[in-house]
């Protein structure tokens, strides 16, 4: 998970673990970039407003280069049509809008994109 958003981190933290996933967190993409070299991940959660980056369409294409089995969901407080396609375009499994009010609907998306990668890494 990368947020530079220490609480909004710590929500999701809570929120992942308390339903049964492992978490790792970054607060930087140049962090995360590091994580990904050392382990392989299901699912990247990454913020669009990334300090040090343009946005976070600029890391996730960095992301797929690396670890293109990765699947990422892409959390934004801005909604954008033209973001969410772009995103999409570039590898993100789905784009959601901040705050997360449908929890449910959010982890069952959480999930669903796990299980697609696992799908990708044994057909890869």
Known sequence: MLDDDKTFRELLVDLF?????EVVTVATGEDALCKIQEEQFDLATIDFDLPGWVNGIDFL???????????????????????????????????????????????RLI????????????ID
Request: hydrophobic share 35%.
């Open 17 to 21: 673990r308390s339903n049964g996933y």
């Open 61 to 107: 294409k960095e992301l797929k280069e690396m670890a293109s089995h990765t699947q990422v969901i892409l959390l934004t407080g801005n909604a954008s049509d033209e973001v969410a396609k772009e995103a999409i375009r570039y590898g993100a499994y789905h784009y959601y809008v901040k705050p997360i009010h449908r929890i449910d609907q959010f982890l």
């Open 111 to 122: 999930g669903e994109a796990i299980e697609a990668g696992r799908q990708k890494k044994r």
